[in-house]
């Protein structure tokens, strides 16, 4: 293995000249600190002369891109760099470090192009929050909005380039109201989040026997609900509408906690009394981005549509058969009431592939013949199982 590892090293095209002698420079040897102090100095100097070099090329790209009206952003683009990077890193720096390291080198290098625009079902400081910086990187220009509603209709008018919504947790189940507004809005699911959540109890004191309310979202109170009744069972619990309002609350009183993310702590200045008080240990919300155009295959992609039926009997098993007999895998379904018509139901489905597949395309002719209506909400990449940011580097305005 070690052999193969070196041949392909050696292959490694356009390898960048650093132009200093920390290439060069043979490793110090022994154990003084400060010389391998002085060679690490050197390095940094040498990334440094690179990334402007790089952020350079980056505002040439983006010249480029405006005079031919292009597209100024491509996460698959992003994605082939981090798939490259991942493959060709003999360590010991740690994968999942050099992702986050190349996200915010992204991020900035593609604000020198043209600032990106998100918005999100805010407060700044939740779970939705932490998704687009781990998504977007830091140097996009984030944009909090109050409601859900708020987030696709920033989306359709073309105000954003970009919206993140959460759409189902492991614990919890779908967001009913996400689904209503996929009926209402014309957007297309460009991408999949998938976070691991940790939720924290908060608080300016520093004893959790002072606490007499805590609040919180109510997704989050339910996925805490047994930690909460056996550390604080005579505590008021008090739901909010986010978990950010509910760091924000219990920073200005007394004898009052927060179940919120860590970064809520730090953005309010509380004190974490307890980490991860989840009742479920690998708990995960779903967070979809939303945009207004198609992405191309690649190759591991999950593809979501809307579809009513015709009120016959066996409609459903019927409806669904062509997925089956086309090798399609059905990940997902859900059902929601029609706002026009009583007691007729939207089916939500997720399916495994791009809707340019060649086995879906066969499977979605034939399912058309047994729908009322079908809609094409997207077909995006698999999102990656990712861990919320335990800290990140705001001020106390939460920007970048």
């Known amino acids: 293995m070690a052999t193969k590892a070196k041949t392909k090293k050696k292959k490694r095209p356009n390898k960048p000249k650093t132009g200093g002698s920390a290439s060069k420079k043979k490793q110090p040897a022994g154990g003084d600190i400060g010389v391998f102090r002085e060679e690490i100095d050197r390095i940094d100097d040498v990334i440094l002369e690179l990334l402007n070099k790089r952020a350079n090329l980056a505002i040439e790209i983006g010249k480029a891109k405006a005079s031919r009206n292009l597209e100024f952003y491509s996460s698959q683009r992003e994605r082939s760099i981090f798939e490259r990077l991942s493959t060709n890193n003999d360590g010991p720096f740690p994968n999942e470090a050099l992702r986050a390291v190349f996200r915010e080198i992204m991020s900035a290098s593609l604000s020198l192009e043209k600032p990106l625009k998100v918005s ?53 189940g779908v967001i009913a109201h996400t689904l209503d507004l996929f009926m209402e809005c014309d957007v297309r699911i460009s991408e999949e989040i998938m976070i691991e959540i940790s939720l924290d109890l908060l608080s300016t004191s520093e004893n959790l026997d002072d606490i007499r309310r805590v609040y919180s979202h109510p997704h989050a109170i339910a996925q805490c609900r047994k ?93 669904l058969k062509p997925f089956a ?13 029609s706002k026009g018509h009583p007691w007729e139901y939207i089916f939500f489905a997720d399916l495994e592939g791009h809707h ?41 305005n939460g920007s970048s």
């Open 120 to 172: 999100f079902l805010g407060p700044r400081a939740t779970f939705t929050h932490l998704a687009c910086l781990q998504f977007f990187g830091r140097s996009s220009q984030f944009i909090p909005e109050k409601n859900i509603r708020n987030v696709f209709e920033g989306v359709e008018r073309e105000r954003v380039d970009y919206g993140v919504i959460p759409i189902e947790n492991s614990t919890e």
């Open 227 to 319: 930690w909460l009744e056996d550390r604080l069972e005579d505590a008021e619990i008090i739901d909010m509408p986010s978990t950010a309002k509910a760091a924000e609350i219990a920073s200005t009183e007394h004898h009052s906690a927060a179940v919120a993310s860590s970064y809520a702590a730090k953005l309010y200045d509380l004190n974490v009394l307890e980490k991860r008080i989840q009742d479920i240990p690998h708990n995960y919300t779903r967070f979809l981005v939303i945009g207004k155009r198609d992405q191309a295959p690649t190759g591991r992609d999950k593809t979501s549509l809307m579809f009513s039926l015709k009120d016959n009997v066996g409609a459903l098993y019927n409806a």
């Open 325 to 337: 007999e086309n090798g399609v895998n059905l990940t997902k379904i859900e059902s929601r009431p």
């Open 356 to 396: 340019t597949d060649e086995k879906l395309v066969a499977a979605l002719d034939e399912f058309r013949e047994g729908c009322n209506d079908l809609k094409l909400l997207g077909s995006y990449p698999q999102g990656r199982q990712e861990h919320a940011e335990e800290a990140s580097p705001f001020d106390k």
